[in-house]
Nanobody
Framework: QVQLVESGGGLVQPGGSLRLSCEAS????????MAWYRQAPGKQRELVAT????????NYTDSVKGRFTIFRDNAKNTVAMWMNSLKPEDTAVYYC????????WGRGTQVTVSS
């Protein structure tokens, strides 16, 4: 059974930081590209950051470049993302995604940026 379990969300003040983690099981983790998506209330789910299977190439949506960093540990089947200088517009449910010949999703973790 494939599982992607996110953790690390919460309430943080503007300018603060959070570290999201996603632990995968049931897949050959090192074969999958991994990504973080987010969905704010009333908006479509958007791609935030991606990392290739080897962890060598990363991509970010423009709004988070320079603030978010995605990284992975294939030995621990985890992908994580540091989120710094958080803004209220970063408020969303953040989802972990694994993609190769098929795609899997986690259930999401809520991130709320508010004073």
């Amino acid at each position: 059974q494939v599982q992607l379990v996110e953790s690390g969300g919460g309430l943080v003040q503007p300018g603060g930081s959070l570290r999201l983690s996603c632990e995968a099981s049931g897949i050959t983790f090192s074969s999958y590209s991994m990504a973080w998506y987010r969905q704010a209330p009333g908006k479509q789910r958007e791609l935030v950051a991606t990392i290739d299977s080897g962890g060598r190439r990363t991509n970010y949506t423009d709004s988070v470049k320079g603030r978010f960093t995605i990284f992975r540990d294939n030995a621990k089947n985890t992908v994580a993302m540091w989120m710094n200088s958080l803004k209220p517009e970063d408020t969303a449910v953040y989802y972990c995604n694994a993609a190769w010949w098929r795609e899997y999703w986690g259930r999401g973790t809520q991130v709320t940026v508010s004073s």
